[in-house]
């Protein structure tokens, strides 16, 4: 990481830890519960019989996008002292947190916001992907951050309060 770049605990343990083990637990679902899977993202719309060989593909490939998801973080993050990539991947996993929201429209605008109605599976969905887009947009604004940016954020706001 840059001379001047310190990354806070919470940054570690969300990014490095807890959403690549989170990302793990979507695969395994995705991949081997699919029935699950498909029920808890909406039980109206899933069967209960045989999964279609397409949707079993699909869900799949979305597993391995999840992998994909968890190697990104968890290694690739891990591997690099530079921020601009830190803030590179962040911000393309930004976007990711905005499609993934935007991917469960179909179930009404209450999906967003009516969190005592979710499921395990609205809570990954939404709640989640809320969490991580929120970690990512305080890293991407330098918050707890020591960089130059920061410090001078930080003192343009002190001195406008005086």
Known sequence: ?????????????FFLIIEPISAIVGAYFAHFRQHEYLQMTHLASSSSGTIPQSTSIVLSQLANLYLLFAINEALVLRSTSDLAVWKTVLFGLLIADLGHLYSVRSLGPAIYYEAWNWNAMHWGNVGFVYAGAGMRLAFL????????????????????KS
């Not at 001379?3 to 806070?8: C, D, G, I, V």
């Open 141 to 160: 604004s330098g918050v707890g951050l020591n960089t130059p940016r920061s410090r001078e954020a930080a003192a343009a706001k002190m001195k406008a």
């Open 1 to 13: 990481m840059a001379s001047n770049f310190r990354l806070p605990f919470i940054y570690s343990a």
